[in-house]
């Protein structure tokens, strides 16, 4: 018996007998290892929030909760955006930025700066990566009452580590993409895809409690997030 193999032993022993599947949505998990009766996961918890997605009851909690992570939150309507775009890269003096393959190229139409295009095809390295000024990217789904934004590494969010490299992230949140509670936004995530969740700025703390900011991502999050235009008159668009 190899190390391994005794380990696992060992934790099952200590598990003991595995109980049968309980009531429960969806399809009935298969065996354990070994053949064992999956276990019996309670899942009676709520799926889903009282707001539809994007209600602006939505939006004004996820901007709260994102500027509390101390990320900046500009709020504006749809046609607005690629202004917002626009304007939040001169406001950082960012001259060089990468993007993934399917970002909306009317975002950075007239920004007097240089996008590198950047694809599973042609990736680009991570030290070339290092040296830019910050990544520009969409959003899949955006979690309201935790602040969380989900990435899927689809085409319009790009590869993992354009998200991870540079310093300054600039993220683009549409209305109808913010839900209210986490099911929600699991729901509509690609389990197959590579899912990075952003909840601010990349921050830990040492044991003195002391914050350290980008050590495991951005340093700088900066969020567009859009309305209806209907709420233009009672929304206050601008920097949060």
């Known amino acids: 018996m190899s190390a391994r193999d005794e380990v696992l032993a060992r934790i099952r022993t200590a598990l003991g007998p595995v109980p049968g599947p309980g009531p429960g949505p969806g399809p009935a998990p298969g065996p354990g290892p070994g053949g064992a009766a999956p276990a019996d996961v309670p899942r009676g918890y709520a799926v889903r929030g009282t707001l539809p997605p994007g209600a602006p009851e939505l939006l004004d909690l996820l901007a709260d909760r994102l500027v509390d992570y101390r990320a900046t939150v500009r709020r504006c309507t749809e046609a607005e955006v690629g202004a917002e775009v626009r304007a939040a890269l001169a406001a ?13 190229v009317g975002w950075l139409t007239g920004w007097d700066g240089e996008a590198l295009r950047d694809g599973p095809e042609h990736p680009l390295a991570v030290s070339v990566l290092d040296g830019l000024d910050g990544v520009v990217t969409g959003c899949t789904v ?3 009452a935790t602040g969380t934004l989900a990435l899927d590494g689809s ?3 790009g590869r993992r580590a354009i998200t991870l490299v540079p310093d300054y992230h600039l993220v683009v949140v549409r209305a109808s993409d913010v839900v209210e509670t986490v099911p929600e936004g699991m729901a509509r995530l690609d389990p ?7 909840s601010g700025p990349s921050a830990t703390s040492d044991i003195e409690l002391d914050r350290v900011e980008g050590v495991h991502g951005p340093r700088t999050l900066e969020v567009v997030l859009t309305h209806p235009v209907a709420e233009q008159d009672g929304a206050a668009p601008g920097v949060g």
Do not use: M, N, S
Not at 92 to 104: I, W
Not at 192 to 198: A, G, H, K, S, Y
């Open 142 to 144: 955006a979690i309201a």
């Open 192 to 198: 197959w895809r590579p899912i990075t969740l952003v």
């Open 155 to 157: 085409a319009g969010c």
């Open 92 to 104: 950082r003096g960012a001259r060089r930025v990468v993007v993934p393959p399917g970002l909306d």
